[in-house]
């Protein structure tokens, strides 16, 4: 069983470009959520994603989009890059959005920065 | 959600009981209690979750207050590989798929 993987690893943009980050889920996980970690402060929900739909979505603006695709791989899209973009984007795949199952596993992680 | 507030650091020593405080004094009936741990440059890893009870599993236990307005978790051994920076997060999203972590707590374990 392969755990969630991420990428690519370390990403280096110029404001006004668009990135796409690429997650793979673990084996039999349908949902995948996106965070975004600053440096020094605690990861914060983006959104995730289920069944290829969006299902839920943090307090972030609509330049961040995200696809999941039949395989439950995702996308996490950025357009119009700001300097603030610069962060660890971590992928998190679950078995559920719904019911008792509440472990997430996260990936590694991509470093953006955005010059 | 629920804000969460933890000490910022924490020491303890190699194979004490690590006791990790957490408040979250704002919480409604339906939100759970999270902790995950971060270990430096990797993602976040789950340790445990609860709702009202105590709850225990083989890497540490939570103790849930009965108000619960505070909740502390417990490494029963700590080790070195325990040292990491440990999130306490309140949410209502029923699956904890939908978190926002804080600041969390940095425990230092020492030999």
């Known amino acids: 069983e392969t755990g969630v993987t991420q990428s690519p690893t370390h990403l280096i943009k110029t404001r006004g470009q668009q990135v796409t980050l690429r997650c793979s889920s673990q084996?039999?996980?349908?949902?995948v959520s996106w965070y975004q970690q600053a440096l020094g402060q605690g990861p914060q929900f983006i959104f995730q994603y289920y069944r290829e739909e969006e299902n839920g979505r943090g307090n972030f603006p609509p330049r961040f989009s995200g696809l999941q695709f039949p395989n439950y791989s995702s996308e996490l899209n950025v357009n119009a890059l700001e300097l603030d973009d610069s962060a660890l984007y971590l992928c998190?795949?679950?078995?559920?959005?719904?019911?008792?199952?509440?472990?997430?596993?996260f990936g590694p992680g991509t470093r953006l920065t955005v010059l | 959600d629920a804000k969460t507030t933890q000490p910022p650091s924490m020491d303890c020593a190699e194979g004490r009981a690590a006791n990790l405080p957490c408040n979250h004094s704002?919480?409604?009936?339906?939100?759970?209690v999270y902790w995950y741990r971060q270990i430096h440059s990797q993602g976040p890893q789950y340790i445990i979750h609860g709702l009202k009870n105590n709850e225990t599993n083989e890497m540490a236990s939570l103790i849930i207050t009965e108000d619960r307005k505070s909740s502390t978790l417990i490494l029963p051994h700590a080790t070195l590989r325990d040292t990491a920076v440990y999130y306490c997060i309140v949410s209502g999203d029923n699956a904890g798929n939908m978190l926002t972590f804080g600041g969390g707590t940095r425990l230092m374990v020492k030999p």
């Open positions: 998190a795949s679950s078995r559920s959005s719904s019911g008792s199952l509440h472990e997430q596993f």
């Open positions: 704002t919480i409604s009936g339906n939100e759970y």
């Open positions: 084996s039999g996980h349908n949902t």
